[in-house]
């Protein structure tokens, strides 16, 4: 069994007037047994939140290409990670979109996810153990779908033993805005 530690950086979110001066983040050690619901959890906690909505996360590879999506229990329905795209919104994707300098390799892999998708994960079914962090460059964890609390993840340390409690916030970084800024501010 493994022990992993995962940053999960806040990222800015300027219509909910959230532009910190500073990194905000949360390092969460969770089990490789613990669900992707169970991680969820825990950064619900960590980041102060109170009402409940729904969440993914999406696997990336080492260019940033989504590999595969899991999602909040209740939209799980075994379909596809994301709606496919035909060959001339990929291409414009691409066009519009992808660094000049990315690899022809990696362009084809974002074509390929694109048109094929893999089926979507279920995150009250999916361990972090069966993410193979191998293979995957980093995830993104987006919640409330609405206001889009978007999060980038990375793995910052693994070591062997196991876990005899829930995953836990074992350092932070910058204060966690208001889930609703614009409420508090009435």
């Given at each position: 069994?493994?022990?992993?530690?995962f940053?999960?950086?806040?990222?800015?979110n300027?219509?909910?007037?959230?532009?910190?001066g500073?990194?905000?983040?949360?390092?969460?050690?969770?089990?490789?047994?613990?669900?992707?619901?169970?991680?969820?959890?825990a950064?619900?906690?960590?980041?102060?939140?109170w009402?409940?909505?729904?969440?993914?996360?999406?696997?990336?590879?080492?260019?940033?290409?989504?590999?595969?999506?899991?999602?909040?229990?209740?939209?799980?329905?075994?379909?596809?990670?994301?709606?496919?795209?035909?060959?001339?919104?990929?291409?414009?994707?691409?066009?519009?979109?992808?660094?000049?300098?990315?690899?022809?390799?990696?362009?084809?892999?974002?074509?390929?996810?694109?048109?094929?998708?893999p089926?979507?994960?279920?995150?009250?079914?999916?361990?972090?153990?069966?993410?193979?962090?191998?293979?995957?460059?980093?995830?993104?964890?987006?919640?409330?779908?609405?206001?889009?609390w978007?999060?980038?993840?990375?793995?910052?340390?693994?070591?062997?033993?196991?876990?005899?409690?829930?995953?836990?916030?074992?350092?932070?970084?910058?204060?966690?805005?208001?889930q609703?800024?614009?409420?508090?501010?009435?």
């Amino acid at each position: 069994m493994a022990i992993y530690v995962f940053r999960v950086w806040l990222h800015p979110n300027p219509p909910l007037g959230f532009e910190p001066g500073e990194e905000v983040w949360r390092d969460i050690e969770v089990d490789g047994s613990h669900t992707l619901a169970e991680f969820h959890e825990a950064i619900f906690e960590a980041y102060e939140r109170w009402d409940s909505h729904a969440y993914e996360f999406i696997t990336r590879d080492e260019d940033g290409i989504a590999l595969r999506s899991y999602v909040h229990p209740q939209l799980y329905d075994g379909g596809a990670s994301w709606r496919p795209m035909d060959v001339e919104e990929i291409d414009r994707f691409i066009e519009q979109a992808v660094p000049d300098d990315a690899t022809e390799a990696a362009k084809e892999r974002f074509r390929d996810l694109q048109s094929n998708p893999p089926p979507e994960g279920n995150t009250a079914e999916t361990t972090v153990d069966e993410l193979d962090l191998d293979e995957v460059g980093a995830l993104s964890y987006i919640f409330d779908m609405a206001d889009n609390w978007d999060h980038y993840i990375g793995l910052q340390e693994a070591r062997e033993g196991s876990l005899d409690c829930d995953p836990i916030v074992v350092d932070k970084q910058g204060t966690a805005p208001s889930q609703y800024p614009d409420l508090d501010e009435q």
